[in-house]
């Protein structure tokens, strides 16, 4: 059965491609590609498909590679020396009633919440909000 597969691949590349290149209206100057008619056209398009996709395929290596969005990072400054940052606030320090603490790691005060979340939600769709902590008032 491999010696058919390859005998099949052999007429294929052998017979049939020259055939069918043969036939192809392919015209003999540039100029020529503009007086093809819709069915010559209609002939050359899947040699043209292979032939585009094979310029593909030797240029994507080329080609820049997507970066990932940095807005999809969320700490982009904040103790990047760290290998996780942490902070620490004892409640009873809290001075007023309620205290809003940075969740987006865009506040210019982290750890404490200036509302950087409120632009970063709309540049990235996420739903980030603070941490708010409560002090009971007894």
Same mark, same amino acid.
């Given at each position: 059965t491999f010696k058919m597969v390859l005998e099949s691949i052999a007429r294929i590349i052998k017979v049939q491609l020259p055939a069918y290149l043969k036939r192809l209206p392919l015209p003999e100057t540039v100029g020529g590609f503009a007086k093809l008619t819709v069915s010559e056209w209609l002939r050359l398009l899947p040699l043209l498909g292979i032939l585009a996709l094979l310029g593909y395929l030797t240029i994507r290596? &080329?080609? *820049? /590679?997507? !970066? !990932?969005? /940095?807005? =999809? #990072?969320?700490?982009? /400054?904040?103790? $990047?020396?760290? *290998?996780?940052?942490?902070?620490?606030?004892?409640?009873?320090?809290?001075? =007023?009633?309620?205290?809003?603490?940075?969740?987006?790691?865009? =506040? !210019?005060? &982290?750890?404490?919440?200036? $509302?950087?979340?409120?632009?970063?939600?709309? #540049?990235? %769709?996420?739903?980030? %909000? *603070?941490?708010? #902590? !409560?002090? /009971?008032?007894?």
């Open positions: 290596p &080329f080609l *820049p /590679k997507k !970066k !990932k969005q /940095k807005d =999809s #990072l969320i700490n982009l /400054k904040i103790q $990047k020396e760290n *290998p996780k940052v942490v902070n620490e606030i004892d409640i009873e320090d809290l001075k =007023s009633t309620n205290a809003c603490y940075c969740r987006c790691w865009r =506040s !210019k005060t &982290f750890p404490v919440c200036d $509302k950087s979340h409120i632009k970063h939600n709309e #540049l990235t %769709g996420d739903n980030v %909000g *603070p941490l708010i #902590l !409560k002090k /009971k008032v007894l």
